[in-house]
């Protein structure tokens, strides 16, 4: 699904996407956490000062038009979209 032959890359596997990034209540992240792809793990850290958590996740633009939406209705604010590229 993600992989794809990239020549400027030596023929290495690359996998491509996007990274998204959000805040979310402690109450939330159950919730939250079971929308997201599993893919890669998320990394959850919480924000300092503040009882909000920062969760990362890497997904397909796809599933990213998919999951906002629903991130949203979970409580989750300020989303970011950002493009991710992995080279292995």
Same mark, same amino acid.
């Given at each position: 699904m993600f992989n794809s032959k990239d020549k400027t890359n030596n023929g %290495?596997?690359?996998l491509e996407g996007v990274n998204l990034m959000?805040? @979310? $209540?402690p109450e939330k992240l159950p919730y939250v956490l079971k929308l997201l792809p599993k893919t890669k793990p @998320?990394?959850? %850290?919480?924000i300092a000062g503040k009882k909000w958590y920062?969760? $990362?996740?890497f997904c397909t633009k796809?599933?990213?038009?998919r999951l906002i939406p629903k991130l949203k209705n979970a409580g989750c604010e300020? *989303?970011?979209? #950002?493009?991710? *590229? #992995?080279? #292995?």
């Open positions: %290495k596997e690359t959000m805040h @979310a $209540l @998320a990394r959850i %850290k919480k920062n969760i $990362l996740t796809k599933e990213a038009r300020d *989303i970011v979209e #950002f493009p991710a *590229i #992995f080279h #292995f």
